[in-house]
């Protein structure tokens, strides 16, 4: 397994006690756009890179036309918020093409996370409803009860009680494997239709993690996104419905989160 993931540091740290932050490409790359979010407003600092012959068999082609490899990145940020706490933040390009390599990743990380002490891990996604959503909820699950407790008392939260459904991912799979290492995780899935980038459901994600984490970020690009959309949905829905198909599957597909 460790043959085909391996992970290039490039800084030497010195954290605390840090949590974790996991935002990789889902549904309505919610995860993603919170991470990257913070790691652009607060300045986090790059310290490595996992590469694994388990990503798809692509490159991706930047607007310069040079490519990029498929990758995960680490940042940490130092003192976070009111609580001074120091984070560990994943993002990248990629997840795991198939059943074999999401596993083995997760694990793979986890393993990671583990040996430079995270204490806690927070994972971030979308929870697809396949239709248009007025106000985004922020669905929860986690590997212990103490932290679902602790997140159903800030505004806006709750947990899918009507059919339950499945993490599809790293989001699910990484707080399996903290578990098994007696490491707290969370999940926070904001409702999304799936069918973009959903900068509303990172948004109502954010305003949780803020509560949570006793820190902020400024908005403004984020609010700007979101306004952009919606001019651009309102636009959709004034054309005929063609080209409309979506690597999204059905509303039933959108229960599940990546």
Same mark, same amino acid.
């Given at each position: 397994m460790?043959?085909?993931?391996?992970?290039?540091?490039?800084?030497?740290?010195?954290?605390?006690?840090?949590?974790?932050?996991?935002?990789?490409?889902?549904?309505?790359?919610?995860?993603?756009?919170?991470?990257d979010?913070?790691?652009?407003?607060?300045?986090?600092?790059?310290?490595?890179?996992?590469?694994?012959?388990?990503?798809?068999?692509?490159?991706?082609m930047?607007?310069?036309?040079?490519?990029?490899?498929?990758?995960?990145?680490?940042?940490?940020?130092?003192?976070?918020?009111?609580?001074?706490?120091d984070?560990?933040l994943?993002?990248?390009?990629?997840?795991?093409?198939? %059943?074999?390599?999401?596993? *083995?990743?997760?694990?793979? !990380?986890?393993?990671? +996370? /583990?040996? =430079?002490?995270?204490?806690?891990?927070?994972?971030?996604?979308?929870?697809?409803?396949?239709?248009?959503?007025?106000?985004?909820?922020?669905?929860?699950?986690?590997?212990?009860?103490?932290?679902?407790?602790?997140?159903?008392?800030?505004?806006?939260?709750?947990?899918?009680?009507?059919?339950?459904?499945?993490?599809?991912?790293?989001?699910?799979?990484?707080?399996?494997?903290?578990?098994?290492?007696?490491?707290?995780?969370?999940?926070?899935?904001?409702?999304?239709p799936?069918? %973009?980038?959903?900068?509303? *459901?990172?948004?109502?994600? !954010?305003?949780?993690? +803020? /509560?949570? =984490?006793?820190f902020?970020?400024?908005?403004?690009?984020?609010?700007e996104?979101?306004?952009?959309?919606?001019?651009?949905?309102?636009?959709?829905?004034?054309?005929?419905?063609?080209?409309?198909?979506?690597?999204?599957?059905?509303?039933?597909?959108?229960?599940?989160?990546?």
């Open positions: 460790a043959d085909k993931n391996k992970i290039i540091q490039t800084k030497e740290l010195d954290l605390e006690n840090p949590i974790v932050l996991e935002g990789l490409p889902g549904i309505g790359f919610v995860g993603k756009f919170v991470v979010q913070i790691i652009k407003k607060l300045d986090a600092t790059k310290f490595a890179e996992l590469k694994s012959d388990y990503f798809p068999p692509q490159v991706t930047k607007e310069n036309g040079l490519i990029e490899h498929m990758k995960n990145e680490f940042y940490y940020i130092k003192d976070l918020g009111e609580n001074n706490q984070v560990i994943l993002t990248g390009n990629s997840q795991g093409s198939d %059943f074999e390599g999401q596993t *083995a990743i997760s694990r793979y !990380l986890m393993d990671y +996370f /583990e040996d =430079l002490g995270a204490t806690k891990i927070f994972t971030l996604g979308g929870l697809g409803t396949g239709e248009f959503v007025e106000n985004n909820r922020v669905f929860v699950a986690a590997n212990n009860e103490e932290m679902i407790k602790e997140v159903l008392e800030i505004d806006n939260t709750l947990i899918r009680k009507e059919d339950g459904g499945a993490i599809i991912g790293a989001s699910g799979l990484l707080l399996y494997y903290a578990e098994e290492k007696n490491i707290p995780g969370l999940c926070l899935m904001g409702e999304t799936g069918f %973009f980038i959903d900068a509303s *459901a990172a948004k109502s994600v !954010l305003l949780v993690l +803020f /509560e949570l =984490l006793n902020e970020i400024d908005l403004d690009e984020i609010e996104q979101i306004e952009e959309t919606q001019k651009r949905i309102a636009a959709t829905q004034k054309l005929p419905p063609m080209g409309m198909e979506q690597p999204v599957q059905s509303p039933d597909d959108l229960r599940y989160i990546g």
